[in-house]
């Protein structure tokens, strides 16, 4: 069925070669990583993790995210998904191996990616992080070359499927439960060392993954006419209004608890993501324009004959994934950094190349997800 992503109009060959020249571009940025080492990029040894990991986070949760639909329509019998789950899956799929790139480009020898093989370690949570990712993506993979081989054949899934696809949905938590513990488990970082991280991050993905499957699946309308009930992407801004709902409560929380304990070590992350530390405020602008977001997201999304409107459902929707982006990536994981445990203040700002390489991984996601959304509107075609 891949062979049906291979046949297109010259607006989709233009769109996969643009894409593809990002990733070339990123992909020689990393040669010249690889050649010279991670010296080029604005990384620290007080900021050991910037960008490339605050996309592996972020993407961690807009994999897990899938399990948004799929737990309706196989569990509780929901069809209104049912043409929006598979896409959901693939958006999970093309998520996971993201998140693998950026694990790759951000370790200076890629070879001991190995070495989490050669040397499994039960204790370490880098080992069932591992684990975790990649039983997700081999589920994943199943799941939808099943179901889409269901489809275009006109048949039932097989029984054996269903016991595969209920499995996949504690594991979508897992993944992103496991990474919230990769953090936690670093208690000399005391922006992380709290036990509403992995709620935390569970809450923002369920916002953010289905905002970008809301946005691929109205480009995806439009593009190829892809079959997609309006009711079904209403009930996903219903998902997305209710966990970014969550997520917004969660920092409030998290900001209570900080600044009425009053204890210096944990005031301080949060005096450097929103007014600045000792004369530092690299980060300010961006924390504001995030919470900002986060507000005309909440807005937009709360008040129904926004929510029900195509273009402002689209625009909340962008709001959303940018706010959590920036929230969940270069806010929670610099953050967490700055200051040391020392209380050294160190700015970390991205070099060219690595906003090159981040943006060559961005493009092979782009490419992979067109492609899947390709293969599955090739297929529905035929049911017409």
């Known amino acids: 069925m891949l062979e049906k992503a291979l046949a297109g109009g010259r607006r989709y060959w233009a769109w996969i070669a643009g894409l593809a020249a990002v990733a070339c571009a990123g992909a020689w940025c990393y040669a010249l990583q690889l050649q010279t080492g991670l010296g080029m990029t604005g990384l620290s040894r007080d900021v050991t993790w910037g960008l490339y990991i605050a996309q ?3 993407f961690v949760g ?7 639909v799929v737990l309706p329509y196989y569990l509780h019998d ?4 049912g043409r929006v789950t598979i896409l959901g899956e693939f958006l999970a799929i093309t998520s996971v191996v993201m998140c693998g790139l950026f694990i790759f480009v951000d370790m200076g020898q890629p070879s001991r990616v190995l070495n989490v093989l050669r040397y499994p370690t039960p204790w370490s949570m880098m080992f069932w992080d591992m684990v975790a990712l990649g039983g997700y993506l081999i589920l994943n993979v199943v799941i939808t070359r099943v179901s889409l081989e269901a489809e275009r054949n006109d ?3 097989p029984r054996w499927i269903r016991p595969v696809i209920v499995l996949s949905i504690p594991w979508a938590i897992s993944i992103h439960t496991v990474t919230a513990f990769l953090y936690n488990g670093l208690p000399g970082r005391s922006f992380w060392l709290t036990a509403i991280l992995a709620p935390r991050f569970l ?3 369920f916002a953010a993954g289905p905002a970008l499957l809301i946005l691929l699946c109205l480009a995806a309308r439009r593009w190829w006419s892809l079959r997609i009930a309006d009711e079904a992407i209403r009930k996903i ?4 209004a209710y966990a970014m709902a969550v997520h917004v409560f969660f920092v409030l929380l998290e900001v209570f608890t900080v600044f009425y304990s009053q204890v210096p070590e944990h ?12 004369g530092h405020t690299a980060l300010v602008p961006w924390m504001w324009t995030s919470a900002c977001l986060a507000v005309v997201a909440l807005v937009l999304l709360i008040v129904p004959s926004t929510r029900t409107s195509e273009p402002t459902l689209a625009g909340a929707c962008v709001a959303v994934f940018v706010s959590l982006w920036i929230d969940k990536g270069l806010g929670l994981v610099v953050g967490g950094f700055v200051p040391s445990p020392l209380g050294a203040v160190t700015d970390y700002v991205p070099t060219w190349p690595e906003m090159m390489i981040t943006a060559g991984v961005w493009a092979l996601g782009a490419i992979m997800v067109t492609g899947f959304f390709k293969v599955t509107a090739e297929v529905r075609a035929g049911e017409r």
Not at 62 to 68: D, F, K, P, R
Not at 267 to 278: E, I, K, P
């Open 56 to 58: 592996f986070t972020f």
């Open 62 to 68: 807009v994999a897990a995210s899938a399990v948004m």
């Open 78 to 81: 929901y069809k209104v998904f």
């Open 155 to 157: 048949t039932a899934p």
């Open 203 to 205: 809450a923002s993905a």
């Open 237 to 240: 801004a219903l998902i997305v």
């Open 267 to 278: 005031v301080d992350h949060f005096r450097y993501l929103y007014a600045g530390l000792d």
